[in-house]
């Protein structure tokens, strides 16, 4: 049986007819690793011998009538900033290349308590710098449809493990679009939480006000599996918000008949890809068809964003990443006699330079006598932001856009261009900004082939209503079931 | 010309909470070092502080306590630099909206009185500590200290003298200490202080550049820091020259202040608002609450105690110079009855006592009671204070009641006039030849009669009544 390209509730389905078992869908993930890997390059770390330990502990519960829930025996892969005990944790950096946390984050022992096998830990850009997972120390991972192209980042392995088949599910992080930009780019569903709604504890943060975990699946039901065993409040992050936590999965297959979906003008700038607009504008037309009311909105800050956001988000790395000093834990260099030798040998060794980019950028822009100029002016360009999106839902259910300005790039295409590079963001930033949910699904392909994605945004904890939105516009989309050729 | 000292101080204040800010590690004094640590107060990757809500308490007590107001909600901020006692290479403070603003306290240092006022308090995380080998050479790093709650306070620059700078530190530090959120042994470093001081020509309104003290770590550093520095500010500009704003470190041994390095003293400490925590909401329910559990403060104390117990200013002040203490006194007092005996009491035996066994007055060994009895039993004349003080004596030794040693020594005063009238009698008959000095006008001799009666009374006759009997019969009626 190929089971590496069935969803999560379709395996759930196969455990509990006891149809297959899970240390049979486990070993032939990793088979499936074993043949696919070296082209795609989706993991940094496996952790074969635990997860099949955990798919015969989850044989076993099945077998005694005990299963946790619908994650029970599932394969799953998580972004390699989520600590894991017993497994190194790099965050794509030669400064944790062999740290193994003491700990497991929030959402990786809400995953195992719910009796996930944890495959490994996937590629990302380093500390989840960069859109393309190009910057990870550990080697770049190429998108599973074009391996000449970039599967989008930060969260690009997790992204390329679900399309490669990989893994039946993952985890990435979302701090400026780095779960959406690389859903949309490996023609996956990824969905970006409220800010708030998922613990951070243990995700190593890269800019804490903009972070947040969430799931990349093969559907939207998948993603909603996740979200709902993910969420919730966290004693140990005072950021997570104590309300309950819905079964997002009974949001799939209702109907969004009569609902008005927000069209922002602003997101449809000079420069994006026709073949992206022409994905929107079908997704626009699917909406109407399911007797939802698209209107033209307005979001007059969006222009703001990119901007705010590459202000803020370096300001709070370049703080965050203070305590990699080499002093108590990770990559250290050696032979050193002074502090300071210390301190600049070894963040000059261990960071990459679009780490060390947004260092500077974030330390300049905190800098007495520039602080105002840029991180407060930032903060306040948040405000007007948020009020944009509030603004928005007061009329609307969700909003629709486009994930991205262009489907995926060239690996090497925007590596020298910073700008460029950041732009690709452009669409997906804002919701971190204003801190509301996200989901990004597949809208069909290119001429050559290639994914595109479709955004929709909800309003605070929306999450219901992102996934009945997404849920019914990704079973009015589909028409073919297309696998990448690998 | 006459300069005129400009003085302002800030105090960093160890909390005595259980366990640290934003984590559940042990505050406790003296662990082997980085035993009191987990992944939280290590800095490690992806943990999250979790604010611990007795601190805000503390602080609160604090502000209640020193007349600030309170900012319903303040704000975390970060305080960034690199060092390796600081494991986030952030220190977690609050920079923009602190607990607590606009105070001051009143200081008693002459007859007007001095008002300080205070700028602010507000709460931040404790660093670790260096333990330098300088042998090896090898540096050790110790974080059971990293994540100890502080307050810091800051005063207006309105101190003009060493001596109202040592004061206000006093004062602080007697607060700190009466309300229990701080241990305020500056030696562990749980009570510390900064100083800003500038000069300016007497009658100037604009303040002198100013050079920041640090490195002083007992009251009397403090003033001796500060006279130092007034002496060098003054040299300085009375030589035509001019005070460079600087750090400078108290050299204890030298007794003079250096300036630090420029190196370790060029900080752009980039604050901002830390995200990883919600602001600090206070509201007025809870302030209330707090409000409500302070205790009476040594200042009102000290009041009272004059009023109440019309005892002198200076038994006041002994008195109320910690809460067990003036705890103590008043049970004493109350119990017997005799304010200002039990005073001289608890000052002078009780306190001697305590300084000399060096025991903590928790762990006095006479109850309040026991000693409030034992007043009571020399005022209606049951022994005599001289008796007393060996009684006192056992007391302290086996903790016995005053009533028991009495008992067990046979030491009850002999009150009987009949009985001590025929010693007395006794002792004249015997002693005609000092009857005559007396009579003829030497009344030294006085003392040798009652001296032979307490003699033939083994010590136990009641005194007054002696000498009332004494009096009577040497005088011949």
Same mark, same amino acid.
């Given at each position: 049986?190929?089971?590496?390209?069935?969803?999560?509730?379709?395996?759930?389905?196969? !455990?509990?007819?006891?149809?297959?078992?899970? /240390?049979?869908?486990?070993?032939?993930?990793? @088979?499936?690793?074993?043949?696919?890997?070296?082209?795609?390059?989706?993991?940094?770390?496996?952790?074969?011998?635990?997860?099949?330990?955990?798919?015969?502990?989850?044989?076993?519960?099945?077998r005694?009538?005990?299963?946790?829930?619908?994650?029970?025996?599932?394969?799953?892969?998580?972004?390699?900033?989520?600590?894991?005990?017993?497994?190194?944790?790099?965050?794509?950096?030669?400064? !944790?290349?062999?740290?193994?946390?003491?700990?497991?984050?929030?959402?990786?022992?809400? !995953?195992?308590?719910?009796?996930?096998?944890?495959?490994?830990?996937?590629?990302?850009?380093? =500390?989840?710098m960069?859109?393309?997972?190009? *910057?990870?120390?550990?080697?770049?991972?190429?998108?599973?449809?074009?391996?000449?192209?970039?599967p989008?980042?930060?969260?690009?392995?997790?992204?390329?493990?679900?399309?490669?088949?990989?893994?039946?599910?993952? /985890?990435?992080?979302?701090?400026?679009?780095?779960?959406? #930009?690389?859903?949309?780019?490996?023609?996956?569903?990824?969905?970006?939480?409220?800010?708030?709604?998922?613990?951070?504890?243990?995700?190593?943060?890269?800019?804490?006000?903009?972070?947040?975990?969430?799931?990349?699946?093969?559907?939207?039901?998948?993603?909603?599996?996740?979200?709902?065993?993910?969420?919730?409040?966290?004693?140990?992050?005072?950021?997570?918000?104590?309300?309950?936590?819905?079964?997002?999965?009974?949001?799939?297959?209702?109907?969004?008949?009569?609902?008005?979906v927000?069209?922002?003008?602003?997101?449809?700038?000079?420069?994006?890809?026709?073949?992206?607009?022409?994905?929107?504008?079908?997704?626009?037309?699917?909406?109407?068809?399911?007797?939802?009311?698209?209107?033209?909105?307005?979001?007059?800050?969006?222009?703001?964003?990119?901007?705010?956001?590459?202000?803020?988000?370096?300001?709070?790395?370049?703080?965050?990443?203070?305590?990699?000093?080499?002093?108590?834990?990770?990559?250290?260099?050696?032979?050193?006699?002074?502090?300071?030798?210390?301190?600049?040998?070894?963040?000059?060794?261990?960071?990459?330079?679009?780490?060390?980019?947004?260092?500077?950028?974030?330390?300049?822009? !905190?800098?007495?006598?520039?602080?105002?100029?840029?991180?407060? $002016?930032?903060?306040?360009?948040?405000?007007?932001?948020?009020?944009?999106?509030?603004?928005?839902?007061?009329?609307?259910?969700?909003?629709?856009?486009? *994930?991205?300005? *262009?489907?995926?790039?060239?690996?090497?295409?925007?590596?020298?261009?910073?700008?460029q590079?950041?732009?690709?963001?452009?669409?997906?930033?804002?919701?971190?900004?204003?801190?509301?949910?996200?989901?990004?699904?597949?809208?069909g392909?290119?001429?050559?082939?290639?994914?595109?994605?479709?955004q929709?945004?909800?309003?605070?904890?929306?999450e219901?209503k992102?996934?009945?939105?997404?849920?019914?516009?990704?079973?009015?989309?589909?028409?073919?079931?297309?696998?990448?050729?690998l | 010309?006459?300069?005129?000292?400009?003085?302002?101080?800030?105090v960093?204040? #160890?909390?005595?909470?259980? *366990?640290?800010i934003?984590?559940?590690?042990?505050?406790?004094?003296?662990?082997?070092?980085?035993?009191?640590?987990?992944?939280?107060?290590?800095?490690?990757?992806?943990?999250?502080?979790?604010?611990?809500?007795?601190?805000?308490?503390?602080?609160? $007590?604090?502000a209640?306590?020193?007349?600030?107001?309170?900012?319903?909600?303040?704000?975390?901020?970060?305080?960034?630099?690199?060092?390796?006692?600081?494991p986030k290479?952030?220190?977690?403070? #609050?920079?923009?909206?602190?607990l607590?603003?606009?105070?001051?306290?009143?200081?008693?240092?002459?007859?007007?009185?001095?008002?300080?006022?205070?700028?602010?308090?507000?709460?931040?995380?404790?660093?670790?500590?260096?333990?330098?080998?300088?042998?090896?050479?090898?540096?050790?790093?110790?974080?059971?200290?990293?994540?100890?709650?502080?307050?810091?306070?800051?005063?207006?620059?309105?101190?003009?003298?060493?001596?109202?700078?040592?004061?206000?530190?006093?004062?602080l530090h007697?607060?700190?200490?009466?309300?229990?959120?701080?241990?305020?042994?500056?030696?562990?470093?749980?009570?510390?202080?900064?100083?800003?001081?500038?000069?300016?020509?007497?009658?100037?309104?604009?303040?002198?550049?100013?050079?920041?003290?640090?490195?002083?770590?007992?009251? @009397?550093n403090?003033?001796?820091?500060?006279?130092?520095?007034?002496?060098?500010? #003054?040299?300085?500009?009375?030589?035509?020259?001019?005070?460079?704003?600087?750090?400078?470190?108290?050299?204890?041994?030298?007794?003079?202040?250096?300036?630090?390095?420029?190196?370790?003293?060029?900080h752009?400490?980039?604050?901002?608002?830390?995200?990883?925590?919600v602001?600090?909401?206070?509201?007025?329910?809870?302030?209330?609450?707090?409000?409500? %559990?302070?205790?009476?403060?040594?200042?009102?104390?000290?009041?009272?105690?004059?009023?109440?117990?019309?005892?002198?200013?200076?038994?006041?002040?002994?008195l109320?110079?910690?809460?067990a203490? &003036?705890?103590?006194?008043?049970?004493?007092?109350?119990r017997?009855?005799?304010?200002?005996?039990?005073?001289?009491w608890?000052?002078?035996?009780?306190?001697?006592?305590?300084?000399?066994?060096?025991?903590?007055?928790?762990?006095?060994?006479?109850?309040?009671?026991?000693?409030?009895?034992?007043?009571?039993?020399?005022?209606?004349?049951?022994?005599?204070?001289?008796?007393?003080?060996?009684?006192?004596?056992?007391?302290?030794?086996?903790?016995?009641?005053?009533?028991?040693?009495?008992?067990? @020594?046979?030491?009850?005063?002999?009150?009987?006039a009949?009985? /001590?009238?025929?010693?007395?009698?006794?002792?004249?008959?015997?002693?005609p030849?000092q009857?005559?000095? =007396?009579?003829?006008?030497?009344?030294?001799?006085?003392? =040798?009669?009652?001296?032979?009666?307490?003699?033939? %009374?083994k010590?136990? &006759?009641?005194?007054?009544?002696?000498?009332?009997i004494?009096?009577?019969?040497?005088?011949?009626?």
């Amino acid at each position: 049986m190929e089971s590496h390209y069935l969803t999560v509730h379709e395996l759930e389905e196969l !455990l509990r007819a006891g149809e297959t078992t899970s /240390l049979e869908i486990t070993e032939a993930m990793f @088979r499936r690793i074993d043949a696919v890997e070296e082209r795609v390059h989706s993991y940094i770390n496996l952790m074969k011998e635990r997860a099949l330990e955990a798919a015969e502990a989850s044989d076993r519960r099945r077998r005694d009538d005990a299963a946790l829930g619908p994650l029970d025996g599932v394969p799953i892969a998580l972004k390699d900033l989520l600590c894991t005990t017993g497994t190194p944790t790099t965050c794509g950096s030669r400064f !944790l290349e062999r740290f193994v946390p003491p700990y497991d984050a929030t959402a990786v022992a809400k !995953l195992r308590a719910a009796g996930a096998v944890i495959l490994g830990k996937t590629n990302m850009d380093e =500390f989840a710098m960069g859109s393309s997972t190009e *910057t990870s120390y550990f080697g770049v991972t190429r998108n599973p449809w074009d391996l000449e192209r970039v599967p989008g980042g930060s969260s690009g392995g997790s992204a390329s493990a679900v399309a490669a088949g990989e893994c039946a599910a993952s /985890l990435g992080s979302d701090t400026g679009g780095s779960i959406r #930009q690389p859903a949309a780019f490996c023609g996956i569903v990824g969905l970006k939480p409220t800010y708030g709604r998922v613990s951070r504890y243990g995700l190593v943060a890269f800019a804490s006000s903009l972070d947040q975990i969430g799931p990349l699946a093969r559907d939207v039901e998948d993603c909603a599996i996740l979200l709902s065993v993910i969420a919730g409040h966290d004693e140990r992050d005072s950021t997570s918000f104590p309300a309950p936590v819905p079964d997002y999965r009974d949001c799939v297959g209702r109907s969004i008949k009569g609902w008005t979906v927000g069209i922002p003008r602003e997101y449809f700038i000079e420069g994006i890809d026709p073949a992206v607009t022409a994905a929107v504008d079908r997704a626009v037309s699917v909406m109407k068809d399911l007797g939802a009311e698209c209107r033209e909105i307005s979001l007059p800050h969006t222009r703001y964003g990119i901007a705010a956001y590459y202000v803020i988000a370096p300001a709070e790395a370049s703080s965050n990443l203070a305590r990699y000093d080499g002093i108590r834990y990770g990559f250290r260099s050696p032979g050193e006699r002074e502090l300071l030798d210390l301190y600049r040998n070894t963040r000059a060794a261990a960071f990459g330079s679009e780490v060390k980019r947004r260092i500077m950028i974030g330390t300049y822009a !905190l800098s007495s006598g520039y602080y105002e100029a840029y991180y407060k $002016k930032a903060s306040q360009i948040r405000t007007l932001m948020k009020r944009d999106f509030d603004k928005a839902f007061a009329s609307c259910d969700v909003i629709l856009a486009p *994930t991205t300005p *262009t489907p995926p790039f060239k690996l090497g295409e925007k590596t020298d261009d910073p700008l460029q590079m950041y732009l690709s963001d452009v669409f997906a930033a804002p919701a971190n900004l204003a801190g509301i949910p996200g989901i990004s699904l597949p809208c069909g392909f290119t001429a050559d082939g290639l994914p595109l994605g479709v955004q929709l945004l909800a309003g605070y904890f929306e999450e219901g209503k992102l996934i009945q939105a997404a849920a019914a516009l990704e079973k009015a989309l589909f028409t073919e079931q297309r696998r990448p050729a690998l | 010309m006459e300069y005129e000292p400009v003085i302002g101080l800030e105090v960093h204040a #160890q909390l005595k909470t259980n *366990t640290k800010i934003f984590c559940g590690c042990s505050t406790a004094f003296g662990a082997p070092p980085n035993t009191h640590t987990c992944p939280v107060c290590l800095g490690m990757p992806g943990v999250l502080p979790v604010l611990n809500r007795t601190v805000v308490e503390y602080a609160v $007590k604090m502000a209640l306590a020193t007349h600030c107001t309170i900012n319903h909600v303040s704000e975390w901020a970060r305080k960034n630099y690199f060092y390796p006692d600081l494991p986030k290479g952030y220190q977690i403070s #609050q920079y923009d909206r602190p607990l607590a603003e606009r105070g001051y306290v009143d200081l008693d240092i002459n007859e007007e009185g001095k008002r300080v006022n205070i700028t602010r308090i507000h709460m931040e995380e404790d660093a670790g500590k260096l333990i330098h080998d300088e042998s090896a050479p090898v540096s050790y790093v110790d974080l059971n200290r990293a994540g100890v709650p502080l307050i810091e306070i800051v005063s207006e620059p309105d101190m003009r003298s060493p001596e109202e700078g040592a004061a206000y530190l006093r004062r602080l530090h007697e607060i700190l200490v009466y309300l229990e959120i701080c241990d305020g042994n500056m030696e562990e470093g749980n009570f510390r202080c900064d100083a800003n001081v500038s000069l300016r020509p007497k009658g100037e309104p604009a303040f002198g550049t100013r050079t920041e003290l640090k490195n002083m770590n007992s009251f @009397r550093n403090v003033q001796r820091a500060l006279e130092y520095e007034i002496r060098r500010q #003054q040299y300085v500009l009375e030589s035509g020259g001019t005070v460079i704003q600087e750090t400078r470190l108290w050299d204890d041994a030298r007794g003079t202040t250096l300036p630090m390095r420029g190196k370790e003293e060029a900080h752009d400490y980039r604050y901002f608002p830390d995200p990883d925590l919600v602001p600090v909401t206070v509201a007025d329910e809870w302030i209330d609450e707090i409000r409500r %559990t302070l205790p009476e403060l040594p200042r009102e104390k000290r009041e009272r105690f004059i009023r109440e117990y019309e005892i002198p200013a200076y038994d006041a002040g002994v008195l109320t110079a910690s809460r067990a203490i &003036a705890d103590y006194y008043e049970q004493v007092a109350t119990r017997c009855g005799k304010p200002k005996a039990a005073s001289n009491w608890v000052m002078g035996d009780i306190l001697g006592h305590i300084k000399e066994d060096k025991v903590e007055m928790e762990d006095c060994p006479i109850t309040a009671a026991d000693l409030g009895n034992l007043v009571r039993l020399i005022d209606d004349g049951t022994i005599s204070g001289k008796m007393a003080k060996d009684v006192f004596e056992e007391m302290w030794s086996s903790g016995e009641k005053p009533e028991t040693v009495i008992k067990k @020594r046979g030491l009850v005063q002999i009150t009987d006039a009949g009985a /001590l009238e025929a010693v007395v009698d006794e002792v004249i008959a015997a002693n005609p030849a000092q009857v005559e000095q =007396f009579r003829g006008g030497k009344e030294k001799v006085f003392g =040798f009669f009652v001296g032979q009666v307490m003699k033939k %009374t083994k010590g136990q &006759a009641s005194p007054g009544l002696v000498n009332e009997i004494l009096k009577r019969k040497l005088s011949g009626s």
